[in-house]
């Protein structure tokens, strides 16, 4: 799987030759068709971001100027919901290491020895992938609604109060993005640790290292690819996510998040530079977030 | 922190590695059960025998699934053919263009190698939301209108990336002898190319097209930006959460999860009854 691939040390190329006619005629085409609609319309979207309305135009009719206060703007307007994503995102990677971090050692460490076992349990991994992920998220929101048979019986078992909601709360949005970005943390941590090798976690106890060291000081620094990996497979689709946060799903009018907001203005509001200035926001901070995270946990080489 | 009295040899150890010899596996039990309670659920709702909306159970039924396509004029059937429309035009587009690259990064060297992975990396560190709205701001700044065909471009654009990481690891393993070999015996480029890389590289380039055609099928951010009017089965599906999924889209759904499951499982277990064979020859 492509996730696996992050984690996965690139390997090395055997004798790779002097760059040929043949090279450029193999990179070319997909080139192209990368600046063509991803790096062109980056410019475009940073372009739009600058638009002013048209003097006497209709709502959605914009010229081209360099109106910054865009973005001052929209930094006023919708400080709130530039927070909550990046709080919730991190709140949803913390919680999706927490609860895969278990699964890829028992897969990839203790499963080791049944081949069969461990390539199921990696089907099962991937397995709500196979289901649409606004089904899964519309299931949970049924599942877990107020009518629904969960809350009712924990509310008859008095260990929720009688008007608690679980939809339309930020810990329903923070629910659903750690469920639906889970497999993106299992996988690359799934791929560190099938290649721990266990013989350093017998030096270690041999050292009268205890159980909890050996993982602290052994376990975890050796699985750090996988880590750096997990979490920014599951920061940054989170951050940007508009499905978990929406009305009709998981969330609530207080739990919009920036992708809610860049849909409504661009799809409904017809804001186009309101909506353009969001998401480079959104974009230049996730490079910096990202920039200095990679730098710290000293994993630069991964990208 | 020494732990000198409670040294063990042997067996005993192996468990001790861990958290516990039953508690790893207990979790493990429970962590599956919850990645799959949405799915069961998604399945039995399939069987609901509900009117329009499909929130609470009314009672086992067969008729979703013989009449799925007889709801609303075939409103969920048609936006499911779109996507498997869009998927594979996006996936034969992208895993060509993705192989192309992929052969050239590992085979080739060049100058401009660095950014080149740099331009192949940033659309997957990009949040969806910010490819879709900059490709609708492209598309209107250019005066394109929204069709299929923008949706199908959209797509291709971010199954590149993920194509060429997952060729690109088949090709760093292939070895180049055996091409070198092929033309020792006089084969043409194109020969070797077909006869020789081509079949080998094959694994990595079906599982290239499969998570490429996966992620155009789910996609469903990027598409709401550039599809216009055209309905994708998630837009489908998000547009209708409003007032309450009808059970045909569980039907669609539950139907492409058992076919995947099928494949998938297929797949690994024919595998790794060849992992088997090799390692009985070996």
């Not at chain 2, 990064?105 to 997957?124: D, E, G, H, K, N």
Request: proline residues 5%; positive net charge; glycine residues 6%.
């Amino acid at each position: 799987m492509a996730f696996a691939a992050f984690a996965t040390a690139e390997a090395q190329p055997q004798a790779p030759r002097k760059s040929s006619r043949i090279a450029l005629f193999l990179l070319l085409p997909g080139i192209l068709y990368l600046v063509l609609f991803f790096l062109t319309p980056l410019v475009s979207l940073l372009l739009t971001s600058l638009q002013a309305p048209l003097e006497y135009g209709d709502i959605g009719q914009y010229q081209y100027a360099f109106n910054w206060q865009n973005y001052v703007d929209v930094m006023t307007a919708y400080w709130p919901h530039i927070l909550r994503s990046f709080g919730y995102a991190l709140a949803a990677t913390v919680f999706a290491l927490l609860f895969s971090y278990p699964l890829a050692y028992f897969i990839g460490v203790k499963a080791r020895r049944w081949p069969l076992l461990q390539s199921l349990m990696l089907v099962l991994v991937i397995a709500p992938f196979f289901i649409s992920f606004l089904l899964r998220t519309l299931a949970w929101k049924q599942i877990l609604s107020d009518e629904s048979f969960v809350i009712t019986s924990l509310k008859a078992l008095s260990l929720l109060g009688p008007d608690a909601h679980f939809t339309g709360t930020p810990f329903a949005v923070i629910f659903g993005l750690t469920y639906n970005f889970i497999p993106f943390m299992t996988l690359p941590l799934y791929t560190a640790l099938e290649r721990l090798d266990l013989r350093y976690l017998e030096a270690g106890s041999d050292l009268y290292a205890n159980p909890f060291t050996v993982f602290r000081k052994i376990t975890i620094p050796l699985s750090m690819p996988g880590i750096v990996a997990g979490t920014l497979l599951t920061f940054i689709p989170a951050a940007g996510d508009y499905v978990n946060a929406s009305r009709d799903f998981l969330g609530g009018p207080d739990t919009q998040m920036m992708g809610n907001v860049i849909e409504a203005n661009f799809l409904v509001l017809l804001n186009y530079p309101a909506a353009a200035a969001l998401s480079i926001i959104l974009m230049a901070a996730i490079l910096v977030l990202v920039g200095v995270y990679v730098k710290r946990s000293g994993t630069e080489d991964l990208l | 922190m020494s732990a000198r009295g409670r040294r063990s040899t042997g067996p005993a150890r192996q468990g001790r590695i861990g958290l516990g010899s039953w508690l790893l596996p207990a979790y493990t039990i429970l962590a599956f059960v919850f990645l799959l309670i949405p799915i069961v659920y998604t399945f039995v709702f399939s069987f609901n025998d509900s009117v329009k909306s499909n929130i609470a159970w009314r009672g086992f039924t067969f008729d979703k699934w013989l009449n799925v396509c007889n709801v609303e004029g075939g409103a969920v059937c048609e936006a499911f053919a779109n996507s498997v429309i869009i998927g594979v035009v996006a996936t034969v587009i992208a895993t060509t263009l993705g192989t192309m690259i992929a052969i050239a990064l590992v085979r080739y060297r060049f100058r401009a190698r660095s950014v080149i992975s740099l331009l192949l990396f940033l659309p997957m560190a990009t949040p969806e939301v910010v490819l879709g709205a900059g490709l609708a701001a492209q598309f209107l700044a250019v005066g394109v209108p929204k069709d299929i065909t923008t949706i199908i471009l959209a797509h291709t654009m971010f199954c590149i990336s993920f194509v060429v990481v997952t060729v690109k690891a088949r090709v760093a393993s292939l070895d180049p002898a055996l091409e070198e070999a092929g033309r020792d015996l006089y084969g043409s480029p194109s020969q070797v190319f077909w006869r020789v890389t081509f079949p080998l590289l094959t694994p990595g380039i079906v599982a290239a097209a499969l998570l490429s055609f996966a992620l155009s099928f789910d996609d469903f951010i990027i598409t709401n930006f550039n599809s216009g009017s055209v309905s994708t089965f998630p837009k489908y599906v998000y547009i209708s959460a409003s007032r309450g999924i009808p059970a045909e889209a569980n039907v669609i759904a539950s139907a492409v999860f058992l076919f995947a499951l099928v494949l998938v499982i297929g797949a690994q277990v024919s595998r790794a009854a060849r992992a088997k064979r090799l390692a009985k020859l070996g």
